[in-house]
């Protein structure tokens, strides 16, 4: 399958710091469908931590980012973007998006998993 999204905005980030990462369409309107954000630790499965549904625009978050994280769309940038607040170690993790049907489908139903982009929190 192709890379339809491509991930930006990792870095390294100390304690209580934030993040926003960016999820860009690569000739694939995002606009379309829902935008999921996971995360995979290293050693762990990669989970879900949000998505944004393209029917309604309503938001969805793990109870472990939930009132940390916020993701938004940008339609007229084609991009989806994930803020990050109160940043701790065990956010720390390779970041992807995905395009779904919808927010309640496990992982993203079209294309590939992309690169994602590295974050790490540490002091």
């Known amino acids: 399958q192709l890379q339809l999204v491509v991930e930006s905005g990792g870095g390294l980030v100390q304690p209580g710091g934030s993040l926003t990462l960016s999820c860009a369409g690569s000739?694939?309107?995002?606009?379309?469908?829902?935008i999921g954000w996971y995360r995979q630790a290293p050693g762990k499965e990669r989970k879900k931590v949000s998505c944004?549904?393209?029917?309604?625009?309503?938001?969805h978050y793990a109870d472990s980012v939930k009132g940390r994280f916020t993701i938004s769309r940008d339609n007229a940038k084609n991009t989806v973007y994930l803020q990050m607040n109160s940043l701790n170690s065990e956010d720390t993790a390779t970041y992807y998006c995905?395009?779904?049907?919808?927010?309640?489908?496990?992982?993203?139903?079209?294309?590939?998993w992309g690169q994602g982009t590295q974050v790490t929190v540490s002091s």
């Open positions: 000739g694939f309107r995002l606009d379309y469908y829902s």
């Open positions: 995905g395009a779904q049907t919808s927010c309640l489908s496990p992982e993203p139903d079209f294309g590939s």
């Open positions: 944004i549904s393209s029917v309604d625009g309503s938001t």
